[in-house]
């Protein structure tokens, strides 16, 4: 029983430890701006062509409208240091709308526009105000202008779902986990349709076909070895090999599902090796009795009541590569790609791997985001041990 409390202790200072840092993350704060969309600030004419409004300056557009927001201002270092609080995606913001809808050139909107990291940080108290202007993330100056948004209603938040449609960026306000999440999607994917088969055909094999012999013996305790190597060798397996003898791409889903299929293969074959001795001979006896034959015996009876053990051991052996990034390090896995990967041979990142990049990144912004991303990949793994359970409990039968 004390070892029982110390660990769920130990799991529950954790878990709450993660989800306090990283649940603002979730939610992004914004500052209403009234935007004047002038077409001579925007040198255009009312009717613009699609082609002219794309050659725009926004940022000049963005500026200006400050300048016009904060007439006070006008010292040089003092207008950079307002445009600072705003997130560098401001002027991305004002193109998306006017080529949204044209009609805006020439009229008058306010527009929410995202704070940056560290306006945010200050906003959700995750970064301390009440400190020295040399060790704060905002100066004095920007401290009284987000006062003054505050105080006249122009501080808001909103719902951040480009945390998980957005790649990574080098600003944390504008960093998500869309790529990361599909270079998971598509890791998992070429690990399942490569383990799984080669997993459950191996199993077939030494659980029935296999003699009895010392070759058998000894496929079956390297079997038994090998779900005990560390991860990182089958890193060093897939660049030796994989990388380096066949030349495939770097970086890829590809190669890092053929790493985490390597990988994740003993679990497979042990738990579906599990499967089989599980059936009761009474199966077999009965179905040979019937006048089947030993591979309708195996493939019509013994394999489809084994199946749902199999797919227990899968799905635990997928959760498993799920969470692994040395094999990933290993392969090239940890460059900064931008782009969200639409296919297995583009270049792409995992889930672990981002977490790892961000946790080591010096930016403050991103210790949010590495708490989050933790989160993320928790509810992944909760709900693939979940979705492992439930098939048991389904499909599980009691001989």
Do not use: C, W
């Given at each position: 029983m004390t070892g029982v409390v110390l660990a769920l202790a130990a799991v529950s200072f954790l878990l709450v430890t993660i989800f306090s840092s990283g649940y603002s993350a979730f939610w992004r704060t914004e500052?209403?701006?009234?935007?004047?969309?002038?077409?001579?600030?925007?040198?255009?004419?009312?009717?613009?062509t699609f082609d002219q409004l794309q050659q725009v300056n926004?940022?000049?557009?963005?500026?200006?409208?400050?300048?016009?927001?904060?007439?006070?201002?006008?010292?040089?270092?003092?207008?950079?240091?307002?445009?600072?609080?705003?997130?560098?995606?401001?002027?991305?913001?004002?193109?998306?709308?006017?080529?949204?809808?044209?009609?805006l050139v020439g009229a008058r909107q306010v527009v929410s526009v995202l704070a940056s990291s560290s306006v945010d940080m200050i906003t959700k108290g995750n970064a301390p105000r009440d400190i020295d202007e040399a060790r704060r993330v905002i100066s004095d100056q920007q401290l009284r202008w987000l006062d003054r948004f505050d105080e006249s209603g122009l501080l808001g938040s909103r719902f951040n779902s480009d945390f998980f449609t957005s790649g990574p960026s080098r600003s944390p306000e504008l960093a998500g986990l869309g790529g990361a999440i599909a270079g998971s999607a598509l890791l998992l994917l070429v690990t399942l349709l490569l383990s799984f088969p080669v997993g459950v055909a191996a199993a077939v094999y030494l659980e029935e076909y296999a003699p009895q012999?010392?070759?058998?013996?000894?496929?079956?305790?390297?079997i038994n070895n090998l779900a005990a190597v560390?991860?990182?060798?089958?890193?060093?397996?897939?660049?030796?090999?994989?990388?380096?003898?066949?030349?495939?791409?770097?970086?890829?889903?590809?190669?890092?599902?053929?790493?985490?299929?390597?990988?994740?293969?003993?679990?497979?074959?042990?738990?579906?090796?599990?499967?089989?001795?599980?059936?009761?001979?009474?199966?077999?006896?009965?179905?040979?009795?019937?006048?089947?034959?030993?591979?309708?015996?195996?493939?019509?009876?013994?394999?489809?009541?084994?199946?749902?053990?199999?797919?227990?051991?899968?799905?635990?052996?997928?959760?498993?590569?799920?969470?692994?990034?040395?094999?990933?390090?290993?392969?090239?896995?940890?460059?900064?790609?931008?782009d969200i990967p639409g296919s297995i041979l583009d270049q792409a990142s995992a889930l672990p791997v981002q977490i790892y990049l961000w946790a080591e990144s010096s930016e403050r912004g991103?210790?949010?985001?590495?708490?989050?991303?933790?989160?993320?990949?928790?509810v992944f793994l909760v709900a693939m041990n979940l979705l492992a359970v439930l098939l048991r409990k389904k499909f599980e039968r009691r001989w």
């Open positions: 500052i209403a701006l009234t935007i004047e969309f002038d077409p001579k600030l925007m040198k255009v004419e009312p009717d613009a926004y940022l000049a557009l963005f500026r200006k409208n400050l300048e016009r927001a904060f007439p006070e201002v006008t010292a040089r270092a003092d207008r950079r240091e307002l445009a600072q609080m705003f997130s560098e995606s401001a002027p991305d913001l004002l193109r998306e709308m006017v080529l949204a809808d044209p009609g012999n010392r070759l058998s013996e000894i496929i079956e305790v390297n560390p991860s990182i060798i089958f890193g060093l397996l897939g660049l030796a090999v994989v990388l380096n003898f066949f030349g495939l791409p770097r970086g890829t889903p590809l190669v890092g599902g053929i790493v985490l299929s390597l990988m994740t293969l003993p679990t497979i074959i042990i738990a579906s090796r599990a499967a089989l001795k599980a059936v009761p001979p009474s199966i077999r006896d009965g179905a040979l009795a019937m006048g089947a034959s030993p591979m309708q015996v195996m493939f019509h009876h013994v394999l489809p009541l084994a199946m749902p053990g199999m797919l227990t051991g899968t799905i635990i052996g997928l959760a498993q590569a799920l969470g692994e990034t040395a094999p990933l390090l290993m392969i090239g896995m940890f460059a900064f790609v931008a991103y210790v949010e985001l590495t708490a989050a991303a933790i989160m993320v990949i928790l």
